[in-house]
Each structure stands twice: as C-alpha cells, then as structure tokens.
C-alpha cells in the first residue's frame, strides 16, 4: 500500500534499475544538461556530450562502470549507491581511476561517485581516493562525489520535473527514498502523546491485529503478514489474505488511511486485482471509501468495545473472504 502513486516504486528496486532510469532520462537534453553539469563542475554541458556518448553497465577493458559518458572531449565513469549501508567492491574505485589515469581514456578524466546523503562509506571511499592520487602525484583525474539529493535540487531548481512525468516521478522517488521531512508537532499532538492512555491503546491495537491473524492463520486460511518495520511511514501493520494463490483482502492498520480518515483498522482489496473480487466487494459494501487505488471499509469502534473484539473482527473478515470467494 502507498505506492499506487508513482508506477516507478514498482519498477525501480536495484541500482542497476536506478541507472537505467537515469540513462533513458539523459536522452531529455535539459535533463542531461543539469546532470553533466553536476558530473563536471559546469565545464561540460549536453552540447558537449550526446547521449549516444553515454553507456550503463558496459565493459571497458576490464572494468565495468554503472555508467560512463565518453567521447574526444570527456571521459566519465559513474559508480551509483543507493543504499547508504552499500560498500565498496576491493577494486572500487582504485579501478576506475587506474583507467581514467590511462592512455585509453580521451579528453578530461573524470570519477563520480554518485551516492546517498547519509552514505555510511563515504570515508572509506575518500580515503581510497586520497591513496590513488597520492600514489600517482601526475594523474590529472578528477574526482567528485556527487549526493541523490544535489540531483534532486538542481532538477526542481529548473522546474524539469514539469518537462514530463517520468522526470517528476524520478525526482519524486528520489526524495521519498532521501529527504528527511521536518518534524513539527502541534500542542494537541502533543497533548495526546502524553497521555499514557494512548500509549496502552494503540498497544492493544497492534496486539489485536497479531492475534486476528493468528486466529485466522489457525483456522487454515492463506495469509501473509505485512508487518512494516515502520509501520508509520512503509504503511502497514496487518496482512493478506489469498485464495488460491490470489489476493483477495487485505486486513489491518495502514496508516496514511488512518490519517486521513481517523479510521486505525480497516479491510478491503485493491483495484488492480481479479477483477471479480473487486466487484464482489462494491456489491457488498456500496458506501464503501475510496482511497488511492484501493477500496475500503472500516472496523468502527462498537466493534472494539465488545467484550471480545478479536473474536468480532475475526467473524467479519471471515464473512468478508467468504463473500470474495464467490467469484469464479
């Protein structure tokens, strides 16, 4: 859940689907403008390299760069982090800056890192290259690390995540996955927060969420847990539920819903599934809330003021996949 937004939280989940990215955007010359300019301190613009110049994950003699802009005038190779707790290979960059240091290599010399904020191997990889030049004095390569986050800057600097949606949906990734928002709290917020009730009470949310899915689990429905680390940003606190192998309801607390709603437990299956389910859900429920690409009903709150609340969310999600199960 929380993704339906942007088609790019589907497609991109490596740092080679990353680069690809990257690569196709370059072929926008506004785009490929800002980021040269960002890999060359502002020598060398789109004019200078086309994207015909730009290769990913291709050989060069027996190296093998994320990406690499190359022609008479420039020679760049780009290691891509995404992950700040990735390290480095033995022969990074020491590698690439052998090369670039070569005879094969044409034109100005250039290393980028390009890497996450809060890169945990940002000394190690200051310190390979602080050897690599120390120990060739006469290398005229350049090296610059480069952070997500420069990137996201200059692109919304230019407004070139209004040129198209791919550029707006990259940038928008980029910043789900690196800008850390500011938090602020209001005086009801925290007024709320420190009142001990509300710390048992969303104890005893979460406790009723596991035991629901115990129980269901024993009576040998399918189910797969969805039990976000945070739930509070990745979204959810619950689980799905299959038949034969499909999804066919989702059960839980999810987050964003909640806020918008002031709903914390809800039920209810997405749009892109068996298109039978979908329909046997609006005949089921026709009040029921739409929200991104889901639909929606609630456990309202008599239910969790019964004298035996498991029990009573248990009979109506098991009312629920039966209902679903309907479809062929």
């Given amino acids: 859940m929380g993704k339906q937004y942007n088609i790019l939280s589907y ?24 980021v040269v300019r960002l890999f060359t301190e502002s020598k060398f613009g789109a004019d200078d390299i086309s994207w015909d110049d730009i290769e990913i994950q291709s050989r060069i003699g027996n ?7 190359r022609n008479d005038k420039v020679s760049i190779l780009v290691e891509v982090k995404i992950d700040c707790y990735r390290g480095l290979m033995d022969s990074q960059p020491g590698s690439y800056l052998k090369w670039l240091a070569g005879p094969k290599a044409n034109g100005s010399s250039i290393f980028v890192a390009l890497v996450p904020p809060d890169y945990k191997y940002l000394e ?17 390569v350049r090296t610059l690390v480069v952070k997500w986050d420069q990137l996201i ?6 407004d070139l995540e209004k040129l198209n949606q791919y550029i707006r949906d990259f940038c928008s990734l980029l910043k789900a996955w690196y800008e850390v928002p500011v938090i602020k709290f209001t005086t009801e917020e925290t007024r709320l927060m420190y009142d001990k009730k509300n710390a048992v009470s969303i104890r005893k949310l979460l406790e009723t969420i596991e035991e629901v899915i115990d129980v269901l689990k024993e009576k040998g429905y399918e189910v797969k847990n969805s039990f976000s680390r945070r739930w509070w940003q990745d979204g959810e606190y619950g689980c799905y539920i299959k038949r034969k192998g499909n999804y066919i309801l989702f059960f839980g607390l999810w987050q964003d819903y909640w806020e918008k709603f002031g709903q914390p437990l809800c039920y209810g299956v997405a749009e892109e599934w068996d298109s039978s389910v979908c329909e046997e859900f609006r005949k089921a429920h026709p009040s029921h809330e739409k929200y991104e690409a889901y639909l929606m009903k609630n456990i309202d709150q008599l239910t969790l003021l019964s004298e035996r609340p498991v029990f009573s969310i248990t009979k109506t999600i098991e009312k629920e996949i039966e209902t679903l199960s309907r479809q062929p």
């Fill in 11 to 34: 497609l991109i989940d490596s740092e080679n689907r990353t680069t690809e990215m990257l690569y196709a955007l370059l072929a926008y010359k506004p785009f490929r403008e800002l």
């Fill in 63 to 69: 190296i093998i760069p994320d990406m690499a802009l």
């Fill in 124 to 140: 190690e990889l200051d310190r390979r290259i602080n050897d690599f030049q120390s120990s060739n004095s006469n290398s005229s």
């Fill in 153 to 158: 800057q200059v692109v919304l600097e230019n």
